[in-house]
């Protein structure tokens, strides 16, 4: 690990910083949050974010973020203290997120071959739109089970 972070890194630890400020000065009554944080800050900082909705890994950057500032300054890392990392593993088990990857039903594969003439170029292709995806459905069959961008032994080949 280096000991500069990645410019990319710095506009992800500045929200950081941003957020907790906002908190620090809403909710603690402080308006600087000096190193080290204490835990039980942080853990206002975690509470903070579930209430206003942040998807858990937001939350998750967030505090690795704190946690870099912290190993930057050479002080106590309070994101990795016992009970913040217990609110972090529960915090993503709680998420109210909408999954996106929910399972194909029978109904939404129909709706997908009898609209893929629409968007497909070609009626060939989407002849084999409709048998590569009616194979995978009935088949129980993973995508890296049916496509590759390179020869691999794990394809299902004719």
């Given at each position: 690990m280096g000991s500069s972070p990645q410019s990319s890194s710095l506009p992800t630890y500045r929200r950081a910083r941003r957020l907790y400020n906002t908190l620090s000065i809403d909710i603690?009554?402080?308006?600087?949050?000096?190193l080290p944080l204490q835990p039980s800050n942080l853990a206002i900082f975690v509470a903070y974010l579930y209430q206003h909705n942040y998807a858990s890994s937001t939350v998750n950057?967030?505090?690795?973020?704190f946690g870099y500032v912290h190993w930057l300054a050479g002080v106590a890392d309070p994101t990795r203290v016992f009970f913040i990392m217990e609110m972090l593993k529960g915090y993503g088990k709680v998420s109210t997120?909408?999954?996106?990857h929910l399972p194909i039903t029978v109904s939404i594969l129909e709706r997908m071959c009898a609209?893929?003439?629409?968007?497909?170029?070609?009626?060939?292709?989407?002849?084999?739109?409709?048998?590569?995806?009616?194979t995978a459905f009935y088949a129980f069959l993973l995508i890296g089970e049916i496509t590759s961008t390179r020869?691999?032994?794990?394809?299902?080949?004719?």
């Open positions: 603690l009554g402080q308006s600087a949050c000096p950057t967030n505090v690795s973020a997120r909408f999954d996106t609209n893929c003439t629409l968007v497909l170029d070609s009626g060939y292709i989407a002849c084999m739109f409709k048998a590569k995806s009616s020869q691999a032994l794990d394809v299902i080949q004719v």
